[in-house]
């Protein structure tokens, strides 16, 4: 694919990914911005149609299914090395933000599943990966987390807590993996995806206005850092974790209205099922 999306490869073309999530929102952003820097790209997601569509459109391939499968890891990476020959770059963007609520509330088998999505199937993607390439090759890891993952929110304790493993996780297959390969993650803060729109659609203009940058954040923001992360331009660069998040994390020094994501959290009633 050319580089329509308009970002220099960075010394990426030619190389070949595997992103999860890859169909919707900030992991369709990170394929596109893969795919215009030259990169082969595999994704995957649950919607089997849904990922037929981004392969095509992406000139990749794409396999349907549950990361939190534990075939699922083996089998993306056979699919990726029969496609493309090589994996270069894995990006672990696929989550759940379920179970949602107060964790006194927490019902058990939900919160496994939390970890199951948002640790343990990056952890087997990468395994499966390292020993089917990244070993013998070297390559780069990214970790989609969250700026939450340093902080406690209301209602957002399982999400909160996996993604903060993911974090130690980057950080410790980032000491385990050097100096073939580099693992690294972006946290970003509130961006419009679907996945957060019960967050930022009632009132996006009061939300943007809590933030020093002034607005809630896209995925293409997210995919950039992601894409650089990944790319030879970051070649000294491992175990860090690079903040996504319009400021954020800065906010309580910034002189504007106060940031209500807090109490969107609070007040948001999920749909029961």
Known sequence: MTSSYGIEGHGLDGRAAVVTGGTRGIGRAV???LAGAGVLVCVTA???EEVRRAAEELGGVGLAGDVGDPDHPRAVTELALRAFGRIDVVVNNAATNQPYGPLMEADPGAWRRAFQVNVEAPLRLV???????LREHGGSVVN?????AGHAGPNVGAYGTSKAALLHLTRQLAGELAPKVRVNSVSPGLVRTEMARFVWEPGERQLAAGLPLGRIGEPDD???AV????SDAAGWITGADLLVDGGTGV????PGPGYAVDDRLRSYAPPRS
Do not use: F, K, M, N
């Open 31 to 33: 394929a596109e911005r």
């Open 46 to 48: 649950r919607d089997a």
């Open 127 to 133: 395994q499966c990966a390292w020993r089917a390439w």
């Open 144 to 148: 989609i987390c969250t700026e939450g």
């Open 222 to 224: 997210v995919a950039r």
């Open 227 to 230: 894409v650089w992360l990944a």
């Open 251 to 254: 906010r309580t020094a910034y």
